[in-house]
């Protein structure tokens, strides 16, 4: 079956720093890998989508990359601000309406000042 | 502001006493999705509708239904609630159900089963 596997259950770093977030998966071929945010007690933010056939997706200070071959995608948030501390989740997508958006139980990034 | 609406945000049922969770839209989107969501797990897509053809998960028990009555409305209905059906429940919004469309979430419905 699909699986998602999302890097540790949480991530610490420095403000000011780079975070890197990794989500691999297995028995899947993704048309799309989507990123969102949640906020404790909220629902999901959308964040970015990458298609299968782009390498790297920017937006502000968010990068996105997708390697099918590694079954990879990483995220990254760069000069991270203690606003940044939030839960991110990866999502797989396929093409048809018959597929439908997997989500990965996601990784707690918290940004200490 | 476009926004997905849920209601209410938190809901306290007794075991086995039906509750019904409700969720509106002002996207005008054709798709919605309700996912239910456990502490620290993935989002789980419980059924969607594509305006209004109903798609049921394979894995989603009977115990949970779902009406939309219009496009702007959607509604969960949980029959007999269980202690383990104690979760957030996510309604999310979509313009179209083929790939690569990014999902509108609502806040959330905590359910808590006593």
């Known amino acids: 079956s699909q699986k998602i596997e999302q890097n540790s259950e949480a991530l610490n770093i420095q403000e000011g720093k780079t975070a890197t977030l990794t989500c691999n998966y297995t028995n899947y071929s993704p048309a799309y890998l989507q990123w969102y945010r949640q906020d404790p007690g909220r629902g999901p933010v959308f964040l970015l989508l990458?298609?299968?056939?782009?390498k790297e997706k920017r937006k502000e200070r968010l990068k996105v990359t997708f390697d099918t071959t590694l079954k990879q995608s990483l995220f990254h948030i760069t000069a991270s601000q203690p606003a940044d501390s939030a839960t991110y989740l990866c999502?797989?997508?396929?093409?048809?309406?018959?597929?439908?958006?997997?989500f990965g139980s996601g990784t707690r990034l918290s940004i200490r000042p | 502001d476009a926004m997905v609406i849920q209601n209410p945000r938190y809901q306290v049922t007794q075991f086995g006493k039906p509750v019904t969770l409700s969720c509106s839209q002002t996207?005008?989107?054709?798709?919605m999705y309700w996912y239910q969501q456990k502490s620290s797990q993935a989002p789980k897509l419980l059924f969607h509708?594509?305006?209004?053809?109903?798609?049921n998960e394979a894995d989603t028990p009977d115990n949970f239904q779902s009406r939309r009555p219009n496009t702007s409305f959607c509604f969960l209905d949980i029959r007999s609630p269980g202690l383990g059906d104690a979760a957030m429940y996510l309604c999310?919004?979509?313009?179209?159900?083929?790939?690569?469309?990014?999902?509108?979430f609502g806040p959330g419905t905590r359910l808590t089963v006593t």
């Open positions: 509708y594509y305006d209004k053809d109903f798609n």
């Open positions: 999310a919004t979509s313009s179209d159900p083929t790939g690569g469309y990014e999902q509108y």
């Open positions: 990458i298609r299968e056939n782009e």
């Open positions: 996207l005008n989107h054709n798709v």
């Open positions: 999502a797989l997508d396929g093409w048809s309406s018959a597929s439908k958006i997997i």
